[in-house]
Structure formats: structure tokens, C-alpha cells
């Protein structure tokens, strides 16, 4: 199966690939939905069941992609699409902010739980800078920063859990706050149908995630483009459509906190992607593999979840039909960046 898809026409690896991008989009719009009522079912709150449930899921098909890539001996393919999915991730708070008609949606959905979340975020992506510029050692070819990754992303998540229960700090309510307030159940489903349905729906995107980086790699060879741009301009953005679909599901649906929960949790759990794909590659540290170009998303990356961040403290009011300063500094830098990747 793996040796027939490697050898697959320019054509059929276009269609797989399109076929695949409709797939997790579908997927996405019914994550949202099972998500938002498992939160309110479970008692975790949209915070956390963002960043665990939501984030993770969305982002399967994408730590598919990297693990495959890395694992095939494609570490540019890897970590590109890795950090391309967390700047397109950032961009569709952008767009899901055009869709909330009523106010800013940083300013709506300000809470603690993504404050911290957007902390972690910063954390994890500077320690891939710090893997990168460290000395080159590795144990059984893992570089050490790979389980420091996994151990910070898993006590920021207790910390989410911490600040849920016991915070020290909220948002000043305003007209516009939009709390998490569990939705009334229609009742159709059991938790056990949800956990069953949502567990289905996950496995899914992650076998067409493997699905996409055989048909990504057929289109970088016969194209010519480079890895960087594939795993950018292609599979990054591919394999974030459940972050849009979803992020925009919960917006309609009034699950402010949710929707950003879910890009915020999402690109902290991307972050991992690295971390995954370095235990796959089997060339050494796969931080000191990966040319300036595709880490200069990590710096991109950093500066939009700083601005995300400013944006959540300020929650600047802005009328109905109006986007904040964060949304269109977020949307300018992601074209930045695909400006100097096309320009380079």
C-alpha cells in the first residue's frame, strides 16, 4: 500500500490530496458539535476541552503528516508543516473575528484559561529555538529538548485545569463578555455515543493525515516545489482546515471561549509535531537538520501569538461588523511570511 501511493500520477496524488481536504472539513464542522456538548456533559469547560480534546483531535491529521514525513526521511517536510499550521492556525482567529458580528472576538472570549494557554504557547515554541541552537546531543538519536516538549505541554495543561477551578484572576464582565455557560442537551446521545462518535471522528482525520503526506510528497517531486513550500502553502493549511471549520462552528454556535480554546490548544499541541518527528527521524536531531528558512516560522509564530495575547488583555471594544487591531496584525504578518518564503 505505502509503495503504491509513492508512485501514484501528478493527477491522482491532486485528487487524493483535494479529496482529503473535503474530508477533514466535513469532520471539522461535526467535532465542533460533539466537542462543545462533551465540555458541557463532562463538566471540563470549553478551556480545557479545547485545548485537550478539541486541539488534539483537529491536529491529528497534521502530526500524521510530520511523523510520516520524518519518519521517510523529509525533516524540512516535517517541521514546515508543523509551523505552518500553527501560523494558518492563528490566522483563522482572524477570520473567525469577521464571523463574530457583534464585537471583537478577543475581547468577548477574554478568559484565563486561554491567557495561560496562549503562555504555553510562547514557552514551547521558544524551547524549539532553544533545541535548535543547543549542542547537537542526542540519546538514541532523540535531541533532550524532545521530552522536555512533552513534559511542559502536559503541566501547562494542569494549569489550565488549576485556573479553571481556582483562579486568581478573571476578565472584567462587559455586555459583550460571552461566559461558558454549559448549553442545554437535547438528550439524543448517551456520553458514551459521544465519546465513541468523537474518538471515530479523530481516528479518521488522522488516517487521511497519512493519506495527505503521500500524496504531498508525489506533488513535491513531480513539481519541483521545495518541502518548505509544500509543507507551508500545502499540507499545513490542508490539515488545519478542522481548526477553521471548527473554530467558525463554534463561533455560530456561541462557544466563544471553545473556538479560541480550540486554535490556542491547537498550536500548543503542534507544537509537539516537532517533538514527535524528532523521535521518527532517524538522522540524528532533527532541530539542527532544518534550514533558517522554514525556522524562521518559529519566530513568526512567537510574534502572533504575542500579539493574540495582547489582544486577549486588551479586549479592545471595537461595533458590530468591526475586527480588532490583533486580527488584522495576525492576518499582515501570515502574508508576511508566505511573501519572504516565496521571495526566498
Not at 482567529?93 to 457583534?102: K, N, P, Q
Not at 446521545?189 to 488516517?207: D, E, M, N, R
Amino acid at each position: 500500500m505505502l509503495t503504491s501511493l509513492s508512485h501514484i500520477s501528478l493527477t491522482t496524488a491532486c485528487a487524493l490530496f483535494s479529496v482529503c481536504a473535503v474530508v477533514i472539513g466535513i469532520i471539522g464542522t461535526r467535532l465542533a458539535r460533539v466537542v462543545d456538548d462533551l465540555a458541557d456533559r463532562t463538566g471540563l469547560g470549553e478551556a480545557i476541552a479545547g485545548a485537550a480534546l478539541l486541539g488534539m483531535a483537529t491536529s491529528l491529521s497534521g502530526i500524521v503528516v510530520s511523523v510520516s514525513s520524518a519518519w521517510t526521511g523529509k525533516p524540512e517536510l516535517a517541521i514546515s508543516n508543523a509551523l505552518g499550521g500553527i501560523a494558518i492556525q492563528t490566522l483563522f482567529l482572524g477570520i473567525a473575528d469577521m464571523v463574530y458580528r457583534r464585537a471583537n472576538l478577543e475581547h468577548a472570549a477574554a478568559s484565563l484559561g486561554n491567557l495561560i494557554q496562549g503562555a504555553l504557547l510562547l514557552c514551547l515554541l521558544s524551547m524549539l529555538l532553544l533545541g535548535r541552537f543547543a549542542p547537537e546531543w542526542t540519546l538514541w538519536q532523540i535531541h533532550p529538548i524532545t521530552p522536555l516538549l512533552f513534559i511542559a505541554y502536559l503541566f501547562g495543561l494542569k494549569l489550565v485545569k488549576n485556573a479553571q477551578h481556582h483562579p486568581m484572576w478573571a476578565p472584567k464582565r462587559t455586555r459583550e463578555t460571552r461566559e461558558d455557560q454549559p448549553d442545554d442537551s437535547d438528550g439524543t446521545q448517551t456520553l458514551l455515543q459521544l465519546w465513541l462518535v468523537f474518538v471515530c471522528l479523530a481516528l479518521t482525520i488522522g488516517i487521511t493525515g497519512w493519506l495527505l503526506e503521500r500524496s504531498a510528497t508525489v506533488i513535491a517531486t513531480e513539481t519541483g516545489l521545495s518541502q518548505a513550500a509544500v509543507g507551508v502553502l500545502l499540507t499545513s493549511i490542508v490539515t488545519s482546515l478542522p481548526e477553521l471549520v471548527t473554530t467558525v462552528a463554534a463561533v455560530r454556535r456561541g462557544a466563544l471561549t471553545l473556538a479560541v480554546a480550540g486554535i490556542i490548544g491547537g498550536n500548543a499541541f503542534d507544537t509537539l509535531f516537532a517533538a514527535a518527528s524528532d523521535v521518527a527521524y532517524r538522522g540524528g536531531s532533527i532541530y539542527h537538520v532544518i534550514p533558517d528558512h522554514v525556522m524562521l516560522w518559529v519566530a513568526l509564530a512567537v510574534l502572533m501569538t504575542g500579539v493574540l495575547i495582547l489582544g486577549l488583555l486588551h479586549r479592545q471594544e471595537m461595533g458590530p461588523g468591526r475586527i480588532g487591531f490583533e486580527s488584522l496584525t495576525i492576518i499582515g504578518l501570515y502574508l508576511t511570511g508566505i511573501a519572504i518564503l516565496i521571495l526566498n
